[in-house]
């Protein structure tokens, strides 16, 4: 299964979500069932693949539905995040050039496209308007330097080596050279002639502290599958400095495999290679790649709109906690009591030292009397909204004449909105969470 069938199998379980009329537990299951099935044919580890199952269907139903979005919106959602992390999460690599000349060393076994990325890495950075140069210390593979040069030098990248020195010797003289003609990067590109993890690692080793890389890469085949992250998790515990080249993913059957083995590990995956040419370089960015694998930009708007409006509401009961609610919190409010029941029967529901002093007589907003303060909350300009103090007699008369209600519907709202305000004044930020469970943020 190619990256695509994968993106195209799992688009297919996502959007049979959108089908169903109800979501319960039998329709998440379905849909966990068919991105297992897409995940392993794309040679996922079991275990990885049973972690995710089990998030996504212990999410979607204990995570609280947010006013105005639904439980179909939550499931969406928590598949989204849950194959992110599955594939690095949303952190993005830093791409950073700490000093010059900044020194890359590439280390990978033989037939892992390290010498193609390391043109790839040339490219990129030369277009970042880094001065950059190669240096070839493959001196083991006849050809190397030659097809170094055929790759790079048509981009207008100098590249040094000499294959009858040794490579230690080679790297120590393409730094002096390429420091004194004023380089921002060196990249370094070696032998890959051990097909053994630990003789890789150890060759590196020796290499880098012979030169004192100020970064060591691993370039590795997405061909190689969940092997990959053996080979990463190797590399990760030999050097804290490295990160990962992962190359040959644009069809690789094995590409989300290799991806979530390595992401596994805790290595970085800085970039991928998603094609033969020089040109098809990309860092690696979790969320973009899922976005692209599923074809399903609108899930990610969805999610951010749910992550905005929680963000909103908490920012909401911290404002209200510290003494500044408004009519317009007020608002808010409202709307979701019309879901929810009349104020009084909500109140009930919280601790004991959190209920309202209030007398039922003044709670007793019937669906009436709620439909018409929501009017008279629309009338009101957003200034009146957010600094309820300056509504007088007259604004009262406009408002009232706006939303089509009395004067009289506009002094209830007010005492009401102005006596639940006096309360939560004496509401302490230590039961933040009382509030928190009853906003349901």
């Not at 212990?58 to 179909?72: A, D, H, I, N, S």
């Not at 709202?413 to 006096?422: A, D, G, P, R, V």
Request: hydrophobic letters at 45%; one cysteine or more.
């Amino acid at each position: 299964m190619t990256l695509r069938r994968l993106g195209e199998s799992l688009a297919k379980a996502v959007s049979k979500l959108g089908r169903v009329a109800f979501i319960d537990r039998k329709v998440i299951k379905e849909v966990i069932r068919d991105i297992q099935r897409a995940l392993l044919m794309a040679d996922v580890s079991v275990e990885l693949v049973v972690k995710l199952s089990e998030n996504i269907e212990k999410r979607v139903f204990e995570e609280e539905v947010p006013l105005g979005f639904t439980r179909r919106d939550i499931a969406l959602k928590v598949v989204y995040e849950e194959l992110l992390k599955l594939l690095g999460g949303e952190k993005s690599p830093e791409i950073r050039v700490t000093k010059k000349p900044y020194v890359v060393m590439l280390v990978g076994i033989q037939g892992s496209g390290k010498t193609t990325s390391a043109a790839k890495l040339a490219y990129f950075f030369k277009n970042q308007g880094l001065k950059t140069a190669l240096i070839c210390a493959d001196n083991f593979r006849p050809g190397a330097l030659v097809q170094l040069k055929q790759l790079a030098e048509p981009y207008g990248v100098p590249v040094y080596g000499d294959p009858q020195k040794d490579p230690v010797k080679v790297v120590k003289e393409g730094i002096e050279y390429f420091t004194k003609g004023k380089f921002d990067m060196i990249i370094v590109d070696t032998a890959g002639r051990h097909k053994e993890e630990a003789a890789l690692i150890n060759e590196m080793k020796a290499l880098a502290k012979a030169i004192t890389p100020d970064e060591v890469m691993l370039v590795i085949d997405a061909t190689m599958g969940k092997q990959a992250g053996v080979q990463a998790l190797h590399f990760h515990k030999a050097t804290p400095i490295g990160s990962i080249f992962l190359t040959k993913l644009d069809g690789a059957a094995k590409g989300g495999g290799a991806l979530a083995a390595i992401v596994a590990t805790g290595a970085k995956i800085k970039f991928i290679g998603v094609g033969e040419k020089v040109e098809e370089i990309e860092v690696f960015e979790p969320t973009a790649f899922v976005n692209r694998l599923l074809g399903m930009g609108d899930l990610r708007a969805l999610v951010d709109k749910i992550r905005a409006y929680k963000a909103l509401e908490k920012d909401r009961i911290e404002r209200i906690l510290s003494g500044k609610f408004t009519l317009l919190d007020f608002k808010e409010q409202l709307r979701a009591m019309r879901k929810m029941g009349p104020l009084s029967k909500i109140l009930e529901l919280l601790p004991g030292g959190l209920a309202f002093k209030v007398s039922s007589a003044e709670l007793q907003l019937t669906e009436t009397k709620i439909k018409k303060w929501m009017a008279a909350l629309d009338s009101m300009t957003e200034e009146e909204l957010l600094s309820p103090s300056i509504i007088d007699r007259s604004r009262i008369r406009r408002i009232a004449k706006g939303a089509g209600v009395t004067t009289k519907d506009i002094k209830d709202l007010l005492t009401t909105y102005n006596l639940i305000k006096k309360q939560l004044k004496r509401v302490s930020k230590r039961r933040f969470k009382y509030m928190q469970s009853f906003f349901g943020v």
